[in-house]
């Protein structure tokens, strides 16, 4: 995207010359120039003094920031400092936040907001075929599949710059969907896979049956190019589709002729997305569609393969490079001595200060007020974002320390002690990478307002006040991402050969890139998987259930997700006139049946109640979803708050909260206890 001129501020439009979009922007692509100029910007930093945030200098703010951190850390030990990041800073904001977390905070807890969403596929992708990038080849090759499997996406309202390829690979070829709801895309779908929520691993156990049972596999890949079948063959021949049928909810002929779709096709797919990977199983639910993938050989394949699509505008490169405690810098692993050597020479400190591993976002969140005292919060907003909302709120509204760098006063931000106004992403250049692995310039397009800092400048002040007198040679983005380069250098994910000056000169490049003369890897798995003996590992998974069961008390599945017109929490998007004009409250979605069992009629109010709390909204009564099972969005704040209701255990492998599958009951109710949140 570009970014225009036009009287009193900017407009955004779609780059034709850029491959990947071709001038095609969303809606909040096109909305997003409204926020460089608003009205509600922060400007100036603040600081709670005498129960009030007041404006106040830099060098104040920053000074009782620093003080909190420090001041706690000796008082309760280091480890009682936590730093959240997210999913939506540059590379170099990312790389620094981790830095900044192991040697400025000196603690072992922090992470970031991708453990809400990416972690369950990452793990997955890790523990299977050695490496986690969304897409291991292009997306162009979405368009020319002749078999696309997408479970649990709905990427024409959520992701609309890909649409142009999902709408080829529809005229050309045949799509299968899985989704608990009839969505835009699974109502042009050639066959759609409607499936209870949390069943993802019993239907692609049930997918893997019909594939072995017919002799669809593909035997000579399995015995060439992977471990371990055996032990998933032996419980995917245990899920008849019959069996399947009667859990998920998909017919067993369905289920077969996806099975066969899939086997017949030459150029073969399969994506996941949050609806199969949000729950506390997540991790098992990918890695048994990868497992599917890897029965039918499509790892490694030219035009096939397995992929998840992600969520966050630098969703790839979020998680790539440390700003969680149990990953360094280019998908290093803190349990890999090498990885630490290499990371802990670049800093020029002992490995023993980059190898501690500590609690995952969730955690850190319950243990705040105990365990925890201060909070780092670097561009996310977690009281609406998070599970057990309810239950941080309370925690926030008590914590010693809260810092916080944003634009906006976002619902997360009022609980704060300090707040640090940052550059928005048109004011500064910096790099992201894309879920195909390709790494972008965003170069700097509108001139920043006198007050705010970038967050790059933001850590390295906030560094040099914690004892560490140069966190980084320059808070320049260049700068940073010269060391990012050499910090993983070797590295799974190795930006080595990335320069900014390639990037300018408009060089497509997908990492790994280990060398400046090196052209990039569009395509992963062609010869081997990054694993121990280079084969990829089927790995066996539990034919399970997911979240919290159904019950008497509570007999319904919530499931919760987004719509086309805002972003996660919402903290830009409902300060955009025409997206918050648009979709200006989150609705429930239930089957007629479900509404007239309950009396609740379409655009009347029905209360949602889980074992953590309830939630009034609006109600949208529709077919295309099926009777167990209801559906709302998340991006609201204040009583409309739908992860007030998320709890349950977390995915053992990914600290995935249950988000998909939450167990409640519902009534009529008269109104709402009070108006949208904006």
Same mark, same amino acid.
């Given at each position: $995207? ?31 120039? &409204? ?12 600081? =709670? ?20 951190? =420090?001041?706690?850390? %000796? ?29 400025? !905070? ?42 696309? !499997? ?11 710059? !890909? ?48 594939? @072995? ?25 245990? &899920? ?66 397995? +992929? ?21 810098? +280019? ?22 200060? *980059? ?22 919060? $670097? ?88 004892? *560490? ?22 590295? =799974? ?43 990829? =590992? ?9 979240? %919290? ?35 200006? &409250? ?13 009396? @609740? ?25 099926? $009777? ?27 600290? $995935? ?22």
């Amino acid at each position: $995207m570009t970014l225009e001129r036009k009287p009193g501020g900017y407009a955004c439009v779609g780059d034709p010359s850029f491959d990947v979009n071709a001038g095609e922007l969303c809606m909040k692509g096109f909305a997003a120039a &409204e926020l460089l100029t608003h009205p509600e910007r922060l400007l100036q930093p603040l600081v =709670r003094r005498n129960g009030a945030l007041t404006e106040t200098t830099w060098g104040d703010a920053l000074d009782v920031a620093a003080e909190g951190f =420090r001041a706690i850390g %000796e008082a309760r030990g280091r480890d009682a400092v936590a730093s959240f990041g997210s999913g939506s800073l540059t590379n170099e904001k990312v790389y620094l936040l981790g830095k900044f977390a192991r040697l400025a !905070l000196d603690t072992a807890n922090f992470d970031y907001n991708g453990r809400f969403c990416m972690s369950s596929a990452a793990a997955a992708a890790n523990r299977s075929l050695g490496i986690d990038r969304g897409l291991p080849f292009p997306l162009a090759w979405i368009g020319e599949a002749d078999v696309l !499997l997408l479970a649990g996406g709905n990427p024409l309202d959520t992701m609309p710059p !890909l649409a142009r390829y999902l709408t080829k690979q529809r005229e050309r070829g045949r799509t299968i969907i899985v989704d608990p709801r009839r969505t835009s895309h699974a109502a042009t779908a050639t066959l759609h896979l409607q499936t209870a929520p949390g069943t993802d691993a019993i239907l692609a156990h049930a997918l893997l049956h019909v594939l @072995i049972a017919e002799h669809l596999i593909d035997e000579r890949y399995i015995a060439e190019r992977t471990s371990g079948f055996d032990n998933v063959r032996r419980d995917a021949e245990r &899920e008849f589709p019959e069996r399947a049928e009667r859990r998920t909810g998909v017919a067993a002929g369905d289920i077969r002729a996806a099975a066969r779709m899939l086997a017949a096709a030459e150029r073969a797919l399969i994506l996941t997305a949050r609806g199969v990977e949000q729950h506390s199983n997540g991790t098992d639910c990918a890695t048994a569609y990868i497992n599917l993938a890897l029965a039918l050989g499509l790892p490694g394949r030219d035009g096939s393969g397995y +992929g998840t699509l992600t969520g966050q505008g630098n969703g790839q490169g979020g998680r790539e490079h440390g700003q969680k405690s149990d990953q360094l810098p +280019g998908y290093g692993s803190v349990s890999d001595p090498a990885d630490a050597a290499r990371v802990a020479r670049v800093w020029e400190v002992e490995p023993d200060r *980059v190898t501690r591993r500590g609690m995952s976002a969730a955690e850190i969140f319950d243990a705040l007020g105990s365990r925890i005292g201060a909070l780092f919060i $670097m561009g996310s907003n977690p009281v609406i974002t998070a599970p057990r909302t309810a239950a941080l709120r309370e925690k926030l509204a008590r914590i010693e320390h809260l810092v916080v760098c944003d634009f906006f006063l976002s619902e997360t931000a009022a609980y704060a002690t300090v707040v640090l106004p940052s550059l928005q992403w048109a004011e500064e250049s910096g790099t992201i990478t894309n879920l195909e692995g390709r790494v972008l310039l965003r170069t700097a397009a509108a001139a920043a307002p006198e007050g705010p800092r970038s967050d790059l400048e933001i850590l390295q002040e906030l560094a040099r006040r914690l004892g *560490v007198s140069k966190l980084v040679q320059s808070p320049d983005p260049e700068t940073v991402f010269d060391e990012l380069r050499r910090a993983t250098a070797g590295s =799974r994910a190795d930006y080595s050969g990335i320069s900014y000056e390639r990037l300018r000169a408009g060089e497509a490049l997908y990492w790994p890139v280990p060398e400046l003369g090196h052209p990039g890897t569009p395509v992963l798995f062609g010869k081997n998987f990054p694993t121990a003996d280079g084969r990829a =590992r089927f790995v066996a998974v539990a034919s399970r259930l997911d979240g %919290e069961h159904a019950d008497a008390a509570y007999p319904w599945t919530l499931t919760t997700g987004r719509v086309r017109e805002h972003y996660l929490s919402g903290t830009q998007t409902r300060r955009t006139a025409r997206l918050a004009a648009a979709v200006s &409250e989150p609705v429930a979605d239930l089957h007629p049946a479900l509404a007239a069992r309950f009396g @609740i009629v379409d655009g009347g109010y029905m209360c949602i109640r889980s074992r953590r709390g309830s939630v009034t909204l609006r109600a949208r009564v529709t077919d295309t979803i099926s $009777m167990e099972t209801i559906f709302t969005a998340f991006h609201w704040g204040g009583s409309l708050t739908v992860n007030d209701l998320i709890g349950g255990r977390l995915d053992p492998h990914s600290k $995935m909260p249950p988000f998909k599958a939450c167990a409640v009951r519902i009534e009529a109710a008269a109104a709402r206890r009070d108006a949208p949140s904006t």
